[in-house]
């Protein structure tokens, strides 16, 4: 057996795995981490696949057997998705409206922080200026307050103004309806900003000086470094933080819950499959197909760009 | 759905479109031009010193100012959210927690007196603990036995997939999909949830899982987990193919068992990767919300803290006892915060 490790005589006739982790599987028992393993995986796999499964079953098989019953008496139809997007009732879930807020709330929550970061990681990094390392890590530190700190008064900002000592700075914004995106843009992207200027300023710092000072010295300026030189550079980072925070925002509850409101004009579908899930929690046939209405998208996303989203989280976590 | 339903929100979709097109163009379009007005204006200078109608500048002088200049309008789209985004919010919140529910009255310490003497916030309390505890330990050794066992598997890259897919679906959606696991029939009726079923299967009676403390929080916190394994795997997995080989090939020269092996070799050499992994399970898990909320909505003594400031703030309006717990959490994430600042400035120097 050709191997490239040298092995002594008479030690091993072996191929040796060339990684720790391979050694340890090698010494344990090797069936007994197949068998592990292939636990884990089914332990982490069937609980989607059973809600997947009674989805696509009549309401009266998901109610009165188990999904697992599917493989011996299988029945499949799609009229629990056509009930729960488009169903007229209020007791359905008229998913298709609240699957439109998701997207309107999701677009500009992902555009502005991740232009925002940009920039100022572009500032944090190549621009010399007094105090910079200060900035950064105060912004660093913001990363870890929790939302809950910020979210009575910045409701109170929108909903009553800002005033000092009984001279009214900003007046309240009164959002009605469709307005109320507007707050919910302006919480998510306030909120993303830590971490996106943390995560963008980890790749940007780490372009090579010598380009940027080659650029000075051709008398380029920063913006122009920035839109020519830096962005092109960071499109990997930028996809990244585009795919972080389109699941984070079209995932979240707390933050629509506040500043969306219940209502069918702004809330996004969490919202309404939180509803759902409270008030008929037992009406299956609604509660698995309207659960996978609202995971197909980050599905996708998550699938077709998984390797963004790892080098993202690597970058992210690790060298931080 | 028709028409008439989505239009005034894709007029909205539209304005949030353009608004970011102005805002972000614009800004880059000003520091455009507003250097150049600066270029011009040290082209002047310039020629008066030549001139010998002005002193020189001291060196550095021009090139500084301009660099700060720069650098405000970069920042400035952070700074100004941050600041009313977060700073400021931070500031109120700690002050309304010395304030009555309606914000009018100081009031002093009461509301943290008001947290540590009524029983139910000690149990809320007692619930975030278990999960703070549970949660990192249980998904970081999750993610680190899977991490070890795929390596240079077969399928490594699917059975990666499979644990990770988690990390995709919403805490609500994790919340449906688990409550259906969980879900409970009549003895004499066939079960629709895996878990009694299985339960049935081995001979015992169905049960109804979310309604018995401490069992329901131990089944809440296995949804985490599960949504928080892939990740703790993938950080672990990286950092186990980063160590370098000839670390291994001395080691297994030394002759070393496969414990000592992972013991000494691997874990000391995945440490900084670990303790990322851990930080970020546990300040994920202090503020975990939604799972409670969709699962049990904090009933059957169920509830954690970030929950209870939920309700307090915006559900009984008592914002003075909803920013006391706010601020708990906070004091609870602060010791991380200086970790995590440490770490990085030794990074940095290292």
Redesign the interface.
Known sequence: MATT?PV?PGVTAEP?????????????NTRM??V??IL??VL?????F??FI?SLRPEQA????????FFSDPKLTLENYNEVL?GQSASSG?L??YF??S??IT??SV??PV???A??A???SW????G?EW?Y?G????Q???????????LS?FSRGVSLGGITLMPAWQLE???K??QV???H???A??FA?FLLHNFVSQLPGELMEAARVDGA????I??TIVLPLITPALASLTIFQF?WV?????VA??FAGGGD?TAPL?VR??EL??TR?NE?QR??S??FV??VI??I???SL?RYF?RG??TG???? | ?DFA??S??????VY??V??AVV?GG??LL??VV?TYFARRRERQLLAVAAGDAPAPPAGYVR?PR??G??IF??L???V??L???????I??LL?SLKSGDGTEWVGLDNYGWMFSNSDILGVLWNSLLWVVLVPLVATS?GL?????????RFEAV?K?????????????A???????Y?YRGEE??????LN?IVVWLGGTPKQWLLDSPLNTLLLIVVMV?IQ???AM??LS????A?P?DI??AA??DGV??WQ??WR??LP?IR??LI??IV?IT?AT??I??IV??MT?GNYDTNVI?LE??NQ??RYQE?GQ??A???F??IL?IP??VF??R??RQ?REG
């Not at chain 1, 079209?250 to 707390?254: G, K, R, S, V, Y």
């Not at chain 2, 997939?161 to 959606?173: E, H, N, R």
């Not at chain 2, 990286?238 to 193919?241: E, P």
């Open positions: 490790t002594l040796l795995p060339k990684t720790v982790a391979g050694r340890v599987r090698k010494r344990l981490a197949t592990i393993s884990i995986a982490w796999t069937v609980p989607t059973g809600l009674s998901i109610k009165t057997t188990g999904w697992w019953t488009f008229q298709a409206n439109v807020n997207l309107v677009i500009p555009l502005f232009a925002f970061a920039m100022a572009y500032a944090l621009i010399q200026f007094r910079r900035v890590i912004i660093f530190a913001l870890i307050v929790p939302l809950q700190m910020a979210l009575v008064p910045l900002f309806d469709e307005q995106f507007i843009w302006f919480a992207t306030c909120f900003l830590p200027v300026s920063h913006p122009k920035f839109r699941l079209w995932n979240d509850l707390l819950l506040i004009e969490t499959l939180a899930a409270g929690g299956w509660l698995t309207g659960a609202s995971i980050p599905l996303v998550f699938l998984q790892v989280l690597l976590s690790v060298k931080g | 759905m339903d989505i005034p929100k894709l007029t909205m979709l949030g479109l608004a970011f972000v800004l880059l520091l455009d250097p500084k660099e700060f720069y650098a970069f920042l789209p952070v700074i959210l941050l009313i985004g977060l700073v400021v919010p931070v109120r919140t309304l999750v036995l899977y991490a070890v066992m795929v390596d240079r598997a059975a997939s499979l644990i990770f897919l988690p990390m995709a679906i919403s805490f609500v959606g919340s449906i999909i688990w409550r259906f696991v879900a009726q066939d079960q629709i949830g895996l079923q599960w394994a892939g990740f993938v950080i990286a950092a186990i193919k160590i080989g291994v090939e297994r020269l068992t496969a092996m992972f070799i691997t050499s900084p990767a990322v992994v970020a300040v202090m503020k919300f939604d909320r969709t909505n970030a400031m939920y703030a915006f914002t909803g920013s717990l706010a601020v959490l906070f994430v991380i915060v995590q600042i770490n990085l990074q």
